[in-house]
């Protein structure tokens, strides 16, 4: 009888350890696929800027050659060229910032 309860008692023990294994395994899997999502949100956040420069600049562009137009049909077009843009920037801009969670505490104090 004795022997029996100790034969559980190993195979329960058993089982935990088991247990425990696998959630260590699952622990290290998250912290990779956090990590992989780290560095994708820095690559889209470094993209989202890159595109906001780009319509940034077209603006400033279209603007130059709204100066130099005579025709009122090219200037209506310019014109509204530049505000589909800056909408566009606009959004982008409020995507990126809706998108980017605040830092916590604990990040913000750690050094880069």
């Known amino acids: 009888m004795l022997r029996e309860l100790l034969e559980t008692l190993h195979a329960n ?19 990779v696929d ?3 999502l780290t560095a994708e949100v820095t690559n889209n956040t470094t993209v989202d800027g890159s595109i906001i420069t780009l319509l940034d600049n077209i ?3 279209l603007q130059a050659i709204e ?20 909408n566009n920037d606009a959004g982008i801009a409020a995507a990126v910032v809706a998108n980017t969670p605040a830092p916590t505490a604990a990040s913000a104090a750690k050094p880069a």
């Open 34 to 36: 956090l990590t992989a």
């Open 59 to 61: 603006v400033t562009q």
């Open 13 to 31: 023990q058993l089982v935990i350890i088991a247990k425990l294994n696998q959630l260590l395994t699952q622990e290290t899997k998250m912290a």
């Open 67 to 86: 100066a130099g137009s005579g025709d009122a049909a090219t200037q209506t077009a310019l014109n509204a060229l530049v505000a589909t843009l800056q």
